[in-house]
């Protein structure tokens, strides 16, 4: 059944204007398929509209969303994101949401910025801890204080390179500016954001809500204070709860701080697109891939992208979503046979698939890793496949099975439909030809790599900022100078947080949740079962230690577990067993952890079939299939080049953590300079070789462990079948070699890690190191490396499984002063008083709150399966952490962090 409530300040809203306004959206029934029941409310005085799912789940859901609508690449809605974080009314102080991080146990806390909306949702299974996190939430977006030094730290300001010195050179600075500023070299991102303005012209989409820099600094104070007024109303707000705490009191806190709100009509913007006359074509420049991960001919990207249906016509977005998924979907789809298989691109673009967040929704097809010139012949492709499928259709067994696949609200009001629709006509070759093959709202957007890209946009930026200091008065150049001395002084300041709520370590569990598991032998492999609720769905785990694997093979590990997933067996082509495995309902997962990690999923129908499919794989993969193996490659370093881009952060922690354990090997620069190299390579039969000596090494059944979670009913056929499997089938120490490395990438921008040993998981200083970390991070490196520096984000982290204590920067334009940051931050801990309780305690939560949030059931017992680490161990560590105090974490910071050896990575400008 669909739930209502009404009350004195929220009221229900009929199913009339239900149908009306969301379509999509049945609330006339209980939704049996999902377990729940939905409620949709209206605030009556402020106009704020709620949806609440009711739905027995402890891990309860809070969201608040605004409609916003950008007129302009400033990025108002981005800066305005980190104000809000900034202090509000009632809790005053500097990041009061980053803050809570350290109060609180939620399972999920994050802001959200869209194409044309703007969400702020937490999650947390602690009834008290909801209550808090929801308080401080509607104060900080309805009554922010939005001072203007925060605008400036945050968003953009003209300040003195050293801030101390009046004669060095005004610069432009900013968090979110640095920040985009790094995004600028990211080639996917500007191919996505870049194609969305010219697919949409005039309307809010073609705008992008993070900001280019060239229009960041256009924006005033003024101006981000108005957007807030006018967009973070409750005139434009929607509000969403699930989960199985009581609606009414949410309602009852909502409905006290809306009171001071009066009904405004939202602002509204140009949503509508009109369509195109006739097709179009647009070319633009990118930065060169300055990983060279591909040769420079090879580095064009392009899409051929339609208009397509209005978002409000859900089953036709349905049905392109369902037809896009066919054409792209698995080795075996047209698109990529056409396109991928023949190595015209070596991966689809990143804007290839239905994209139903407009108004009006696209489709696009394309490639990335084109060779200049080839542009005409992958349009002419893209063309003939979709030509080819309006003629002949989709063979029915890959409709039937992509049916199979689909769950979810929309798709359980859909899918019955959508089957009777195909059944009685060319569903799916009619949409090819209404919105694919006649339809004039077509663009073709290709990006080419400029040589020149880098020095233009530091052109344009040198003549923004010569057009801003020109007009500078001398009492303009005193207020900036004062400006910079008082974002100093405010940055120093001790702050009162005592105002914000807070759990206490007496909220933590003092008990580790552990689950029944049982091992046994089948053959001579060892198996750990786990019996509980999986809805039909069994996971197969498997690891296999690979004893005697030389240094030169290890570095292969990578690509190997991908080749078992990508180029097939001798028997049976790839496209054959994807087919197999959508049919059967079946994933599988591998990927190398120090030794190789095999992961599977499958229905209770499919259990033959599974172990069949996944002892083939193993045995029988074809690694001469060199045309394959080329495509693979190709694709790898294309992805890995899109991924040092963006995270580059990420790779400096891997690199430097690869010169003191294996746990870094095989994510860090040297896969990336191995793709690079391999995908150079005109014989590739050496390649092949190196993969088939690591197959002979995994295959032997004394390395091989599995673990098992599945239901009750499923224990023994999964056990008669892995005899079945199992019949037809000494690690050594590394060496350390501390190290500095820098990797040149010229976007202006960089990202630093250092790394220096620490102790092993069960040793009594593990927890005091993972407290030291999170103490660190959050009353020290935060505020020198983002705050101060102007970085994005900073910090550090423990690995208590890989003993490995590291720091990190990302988006970081003074690296040379952040990698002095993480000196300083040992003397400072070293040299301040004791920690307080409340420090502690918030430290303690941090670490909790992600050591205790909820997991899927594939992941139960997979800490023992995979690392070894028993519920006892857990027990007792979860004892050392509650027990750690402040002289725990000086004894640490001594004995491990200072004067001791480390490895460095900066990935970042030479200069």
């Not at 900001?211 to 007024?229: M, Q, R």
């Not at 009109?274 to 420049?285: A, I």
Request: hydrophobic share 35%; aromatic share 10%.
């Amino acid at each position: 059944m669909c739930l209502f409530y009404a009350g004195p300040t929220f009221s229900a809203v009929t199913t009339t204007q239900l149908d009306q306004r969301a379509s999509d959206l049945t609330c006339n029934r209980h939704v049996k398929e999902l377990e729940l029941g939905v409620i949709w409310l209206k605030h009556d005085k402020a106009g704020a509209e709620h949806l609440h799912i009711a739905r027995d789940d402890s891990d309860n859901v809070f969201g608040i969303g605004f409609a916003r609508f950008p007129d302009n690449s400033a990025g108002v809605s981005h800066i305005l994101k980190h104000l809000t974080l900034c202090g509000s009314r009632s809790y005053p102080v500097r990041d009061p949401v980053l803050k809570m991080l350290n109060r609180s146990m939620a399972t999920f806390m994050n802001v959200s910025i869209e194409t044309d909306y703007t969400l702020y949702p937490f999650s947390t299974t602690n009834p008290v801890d909801y209550n808090n996190l929801r308080s401080v939430y509607l104060d900080a977006i309805f009554f922010p204080l939005l001072r203007e030094l925060d605008f400036k730290r945050e968003g953009w300001r003209l300040e003195h390179e050293d801030p101390n010195d009046r004669n060095s050179p005004i610069v432009f600075k900013g968090i979110v500016y640095n920040m985009m500023k790094g995004r600028m070299g990211d080639a996917e991102y500007l191919f996505s954001s870049q194609m969305q303005h010219y697919m949409f012209p005039g309307a809010a989409y073609a705008f992008n809500s993070g900001g280019y820099p060239a229009n960041i600094t256009d924006l005033s104070h003024e101006e981000l204070v108005h957007f807030h007024k006018t967009h973070y109303h409750p005139s434009n707000a929607k509000f969403y709860t699930y989960g199985n705490l009581p609606l009414e009191d949410s309602l009852a806190s909502i409905n006290a701080k809306l009171q001071e709100f009066s009904p405004i009509k939202p602002p509204l913007a140009e949503k509508v697109i009109k369509p195109f006359d006739s097709p179009r074509r647009v070319n633009v420049t990118c930065p060169v891939d300055p990983s060279k991960l591909s040769s420079s001919e090879k580095q064009v990207k392009m899409s051929v992208s339609f208009l397509t249906n209005k978002a409000t016509d859900t089953f036709e977005g349905f049905g392109l979503r369902f037809l896009s998924d066919l054409l792209t979907d698995g080795h075996t789809s047209p698109m990529h046979q056409a396109l991928i298989e023949s190595r015209l691109g070596s991966d689809y673009s990143a804007n290839t698939g239905y994209d139903g967040s407009t108004m009006a929704s696209s489709l696009s097809f394309g490639v990335q890793g084109m060779k200049q010139g080839d542009g005409a012949k992958v349009e002419a492709t893209i063309l003939k496949v979709l030509e080819q499928v309006r003629d002949e259709g989709f063979d029915s067994k890959r409709i039937d099975s992509s049916f199979e696949m689909e769950l979810g609200l929309k798709q359980i009001q859909h899918i019955d439909r959508l089957k009777a629709e195909v059944a009685s006509g060319p569903f799916f070759q009619n949409l090819i030809s209404k919105y694919l093959l006649n339809n004039p709202h077509k663009l073709v957007f290709t990006m080419t790599p400029s040589s020149d890209y880098f020095a233009e946009v530091t052109a344009n930026e040198t003549m923004r900022l010569m057009a801003k200091t020109r007009v500078l008065t001398k009492a303009d150049r005193e207020a900036i100078y004062e400006q910079g001395q008082a974002l100093l002084k405010h940055q120093e300041q001790v702050e009162d947080i005592s105002c914000l709520p807070t759990l206490t370590v007496s909220d933590i569990s003092k008990k580790v949740k552990t689950f029944s598991l049982e091992h046994s032998a089948v053959g001579s492999v060892p198996v750990q079962w786990r019996s509980t609720s999986t809805n039909g769905i069994t996971y197969l785990g498997a690891i296999s230690v690979i004893p005697g694997l030389t240094p030169d093979l290890k570095q292969y590990l990578p690509l190997f577990t991908h080749s078992l997933i990508s180029l097939g067996t001798r028997q049976r082509a790839m496209s054959k067993i994807s087919d197999n495995m959508t049919l059967n309902k079946v994933d599988i997962y591998i990927a190398p952890f120090l030794s190789t990690n095999h992961s599977c999923k499958f229905r209770h129908l499919s259990h033959d079939f599974m172990y069949d499919l996944f002892g083939s794989t193993i045995r029988e993969t074809n690694f001469d299939d060199v045309s394959k193996l080329r495509t693979l490659i190709q694709r790898n370093a294309s992805g890995l080049s899109n991924y040092v881009v963006d995270s580059g952060h990420v790779f400096a922690m891997k690199n430097a953590e690869s010169r003191l354990t294996p746990a870094g090997l095989f994510e860090g620069m040297s896969q990336v300079h191995l793709m690079n190299a391999l995908s150079q390579k005109e014989d590739l039969s050496e390649v092949s070789q190196r993969l088939k000596e690591i197959a002979e090494l995994v295959t032997k059944r004394s390395s091989l462990r599995f673990a098992i979670n599945c239901g009750e009913d499923q224990m023994s056929h999964n056990e008669n079948s892995l005899r079945r499997f199992v019949g037809r089938l000494n690690r050594r120490p590394m060496e350390t070699a501390f190290q500095n490395s820098f990797f040149e990438l010229p976007y202006g921008i960089s990202c630093t890690a250092k790394c220096l040993r620490g102790v092993a998981y069960t040793h009594e200083d593990s927890a005091k190191l993972e407290i030291l970390a999170s103490l660190m991070s959050n009353l020290f490196l935060h505020r020198e490396i983002s705050e101060k520096n102007g970085a994005y984000d900073g910090g550090a982290i423990y690995s208590a499984e890989g003993g490995l204590f590291s720091f990190y920067s990302y988006r970081d334009p003074s690296p040379q002063k952040t990698l002095k940051t993480y000196q300083d931050s040992v003397q400072w801990v070293l040299s301040r008083k004791d920690f307080s309780e409340q420090e502690l305690a918030e430290a303690k939560l941090s670490i909790f709150r992600t050591m205790d949030a909820p997991i899927s059931a594939r992941k139960e017992g997979m800490v023992l399966f995979s690392e070894g680490i028993t519920d006892e161990m857990c027990q007792v560590r979860r004892e050392q952490l509650l027990r750690v105090t402040s002289a725990d974490v000086k004894e640490v910071a001594d004995r491990y962090l200072l004067d001791q050896k480390y490895s460095q990575c900066v990935l970042g400008d030479k200069e």
